[in-house]
C-alpha cells in the first residue's frame, strides 16, 4: 500500500474510481434474508442472479489516522416492493463515523442505532451525509432506471459488522407504493406492516 499522497479521477461515466484496490460485486444471492418478500425474492433468483450492487474501494492500513474510501454503485430494481439496497452495516467500532457523497442517481441511507432511533436521509448528486458514530447505515436506490452512485470515506480502524443487520435486519424497509416510495415497520416473520 502506497503510504505517500495520491490522486485519482472517479470516472462518472464509467462508475468507477481510476485507481482502486478491490471490485466487490453483491448478487442478489447475497442478500439471502434481507428483503422481506421471500416469495418474490426466491421467484427473482429463479429466473437469474443479478447484481444488486457493487463496491470499488481503495484501501488503507486498519489503523486510525487512515481514510479508506470508494464508489457503491447500487443497480435499479426491487424485489417485490422493496427497492434494491446495500446490506447495510455497523461499523465494528462503534464510535466511528462515515460520510456519503451522492454522485448520480436518486435514493435514501437508511440509518439505525443500536437504542431503536431510525433515520433516513435523501442521496442526490451533490448532497452529502454523515452517518453518526453508532448507526448502522444502507443505501437505497429509488430510481426504476438508474444507478445510484455514491462516494464514501470511513476511518481506517473502522471495521464492518454485516452480522449484526443479518440477524436482526432494519427496523424499517423502504418500498415502492402509489409511483413513491414510503418507509415502513420491518415486522420480521409477520410480513410487512405500515407505521
Request: aromatic share 10%; with cysteine.
Amino acid at each position: 500500500m502506497d503510504t505517500h499522497p495520491f490522486g485519482m479521477e472517479i470516472l462518472s461515466c464509467e462508475n468507477r474510481l481510476s485507481r482502486f484496490h478491490t471490485h466487490i460485486c453483491r448478487p442478489l444471492s447475497a442478500l439471502k434474508g434481507q428483503f422481506a418478500d421471500q416469495a418474490a425474492y426466491n421467484q427473482m433468483l429463479r429466473t437469474g442472479d443479478p447484481v444488486v450492487y457493487e463496491v470499488y474501494e481503495v484501501l488503507r492500513p486498519v489503523v486510525a489516522g487512515e481514510l479508506p474510501h470508494g464508489l457503491s454503485i447500487v443497480h435499479p430494481g426491487r424485489v417485490g416492493d422493496e427497492y434494491f439496497m446495500t446490506k447495510g452495516h455497523f461499523h465494528s467500532v462503534r464510535d466511528t463515523a462515515e460520510i456519503y457523497h451522492c454522485l448520480k442517481g436518486h435514493g435514501l441511507l437508511l440509518m439505525q442505532n443500536e437504542g431503536g432511533e431510525w433515520a433516513t436521509e435523501e442521496l442526490r448528486p451533490g448532497r452529502l451525509v454523515y452517518v453518526a458514530p453508532g448507526w448502522a447505515h444502507r443505501s437505497i436506490n429509488l430510481s426504476e432506471t438508474e444507478d445510484l452512485v455514491t462516494f464514501f470515506v470511513y476511518p481506517g480502524h473502522a471495521g464492518h459488522d454485516y452480522e449484526a443487520i443479518e440477524r436482526r435486519g432494519f427496523l424499517k424497509l423502504v418500498v415502492q407504493c402509489d409511483g413513491t416510495f414510503r418507509v415502513v415497520d420491518n415486522r420480521v416473520g409477520s410480513g410487512v406492516v405500515e407505521r
